[in-house]
C-alpha cells in the first residue's frame, strides 16, 4: 500500500496543493493530512498514518520538513518506520527513499538544514518583534472580535455587582483574558 503524507503549518494555509500534486504523480491508496507545526509529531492524521502502515507500505511525502522541523525527530521516525520494513519516498529528492542507506546520508544532511532553517526563522522573527516593540508597533495577537465581545459582556456583568471572576465565567472568557483587555483599554 502506498500513502501520502502531506502537511501545512497552519489551518489557513492549502494543503491540498501537496495532496493533487503528489496524487497525480503517484498512485496512492489513501492520503493524510495535517494542517498544524511540524514542530510537534504528536499530530492526528499522523498518528493515524503511524497506526495504519504495515510492514511493505510506502509513505509518500513532497518534502523532508512535512514530516518534521526537528532534526532527531524526524531521524528517530525514520529509523522506527526502517525499523518496521515502511519505506518513505520524498518526492522533492527524485522520490528518494530515505530509509535507504543513501537515503539516510541524504536525510541526515538535509534534517539539519530544515533544523538549522526553523531556528533562523525563529531568530529572524524575535528580532522582528523586538524592534518592532522598540518602535511602539508591536502589539502582540490580537483579541478576535468575539473575545472582545464576550470581555464587555463580562464588564457589563461588573458593573451589576459581579466580581471580575465571577462576570469572566458568566461571560465565558478566561479571567486573564478579561483582566488584559481591561489592561489594554485603560
Do not use: H
Request: proline share 1%; net charge positive.
Amino acid at each position: 500500500m502506498q500513502y501520502i503524507y502531506a502537511r501545512t503549518s497552519t489551518k489557513e494555509q492549502n494543503v491540498q496543493q501537496q495532496i493533487d500534486y503528489l496524487e497525480t504523480k503517484y498512485k496512492v491508496d489513501k492520503v493524510f493530512s495535517d494542517k498544524q507545526s511540524g514542530k510537534n509529531m504528536d499530530r492526528p492524521s499522523f498518528n493515524e498514518l503511524i497506526t495504519t502502515v504495515k510492514s511493505g507500505d510506502t509513505i509518500i511525502c513532497q518534502d523532508l520538513s512535512r514530516l518534521a522541523r526537528d532534526t532527531q525527530s524526524l531521524l528517530d521516525f525514520v529509523q522506527d518506520m526502517t525499523n518496521k520494513n515502511i519505506s518513505i519516498q520524498i518526492d522533492d529528492l527524485g522520490s528518494t527513499d530515505i530509509t535507504s542507506a543513501t537515503g539516510k546520508m541524504v536525510l541526515t544532511t538535509l534534517a539539519a538544514v530544515a533544523t538549522m532553517q526553523r531556528e533562523q526563522m525563529i531568530e529572524k522573527q524575535t528580532i522582528g518583534i523586538a524592534r518592532a516593540k522598540a518602535e511602539g508597533k508591536f502589539k502582540g495577537k490580537q483579541q478576535s472580535q468575539k473575545t472582545i465581545n464576550a470581555c464587555k459582556k463580562a464588564l457589563e456583568y461588573v458593573d451589576k455587582g459581579l466580581s471580575k471572576e465571577a462576570a469572566a465565567k458568566a461571560a465565558s472568557v478566561g479571567k486573564a483574558t478579561l483582566y488584559r483587555y481591561i489592561n489594554d483599554n485603560k
